[in-house]
């Protein structure tokens, strides 16, 4: 039901029909809202576990690295714990999308 309305966005002008480009110029990418939305959705979600395994990994370094410092451990723990919490609430939110999906029986991610 979706797929069929969004589908209708399609840019057209009424009085010449579809819009095409010129010829010899390659087509495709995205073609719709709904498939810009579903790579957004899906570029957030890659992006976010990416940049939270890089801070991570730059907290386990920095814990490694402060000398047994208490300042510096602590500021290592603190963004290895904040890279885990990020994490968590990036999952989580796949769930929710998923479940979302499953009751209004659309697809947001392929």
């Known amino acids: ?5 969004i589908s209708k966005l399609a840019l057209s002008i009424p009085q010449f029909g579809e819009v095409k480009g010129p010829p010899g110029v390659p087509t495709g990418g995205k073609s719709s809202v709904y498939e810009i939305i579903q790579f957004g959705i ?5 992006g976010g576990i990416l940049l939270a395994l ?10 490694i690295t402060s000398g ?17 919490i990020g994490l968590v609430v990036i999952f989580l939110s796949f769930f929710i999308i998923n479940f979302i999906e499953h009751f209004f029986k659309i697809n947001l991610i392929r």
């Open 1 to 5: 039901m979706i797929q069929n309305s």
């Open 54 to 63: 890089v801070f991570l990994i730059y907290g386990g370094v920095q814990w």
């Open 42 to 46: 899906e570029l957030l979600i890659v």
């Open 68 to 84: 047994g410092s208490k300042g510096g451990v602590e500021a290592a723990r603190n963004k290895i714990i904040y890279a885990i």
